[in-house]
């Protein structure tokens, strides 16, 4: 004999309603931004706090943010960079990151920058799942 489904389940398979990418574009323009949206406090705080700390600690460590793809490399930079949303726009316009590379904490610097954008995207990600029900 069949068994009825738990609320549970049911609650995840139903549609959702309204615009189900605003979690995952708002996560990716400003970090937590996603969570913060569905009422993820503590999920959202922490990850802004990881994500703009790591951005400002590789642009104190005079890390360089990536404006162009001469390379492979270049290129995954810029999208790791590009991850960051907002921080990275605000940070270019403001000439913050473009100077070339002079120091060995620089090099720390520009990776700590696109981990921070990598971990922005997997974020915004997280919240887009959650939001659509594919996570709980």
Same mark, same amino acid.
């Given at each position: 004999?069949?068994?009825? =489904?738990?609320? @549970? /389940?049911?609650?995840?398979? /139903? =549609?959702?309603?309204?615009?189900?990418?605003? =979690? $995952?574009?708002?996560?990716? +323009?400003?970090?937590?931004?996603?969570?913060?949206? $569905?009422?993820?406090?503590? *999920?959202? /705080?922490?990850?802004?706090?990881? !994500?703009?700390?790591?951005?400002?600690?590789?642009? %104190?460590?005079?890390?360089?943010?990536? /404006?162009?793809?001469?390379?492979? $490399?270049?290129?995954?930079?810029?999208?790791? #960079?590009l991850g960051s949303g907002l921080?990275?726009?605000? @940070? *270019?316009? !403001?000439?913050?990151?473009?100077?070339?590379?002079?120091?060995?904490?620089? #090099?720390?610097?520009?990776?700590?920058?696109?981990?921070?954008?990598? +971990?922005?995207? !997997?974020?915004?990600?997280?919240?887009?799942?959650? *939001? %659509?029900? *594919?996570? @709980?």
């Open positions: 004999m069949g068994t009825a =489904p738990n609320k @549970s /389940t049911a609650a995840r398979q /139903t =549609p959702q309603q309204g615009f189900v990418y605003l =979690p $995952l574009i708002a996560g990716w +323009l400003v970090p937590g931004a996603g969570h913060f949206l $569905l009422r993820k406090w503590g *999920r959202g /705080t922490l990850l802004l706090v990881a !994500i703009v700390a790591m951005f400002a600690l590789g642009l %104190t460590m005079d890390g360089k943010l990536y /404006t162009g793809a001469q390379d492979i $490399l270049a290129l995954l930079g810029l999208v790791g #960079d921080m990275y726009f605000v @940070s *270019r316009a !403001i000439g913050l990151g473009g100077d070339p590379v002079m120091f060995t904490t620089a #090099d720390y610097g520009t990776k700590f920058i696109v981990v921070a954008g990598l +971990l922005n995207v !997997i974020a915004a990600v997280d919240a887009h799942n959650l *939001r %659509t029900g *594919r996570k @709980s």
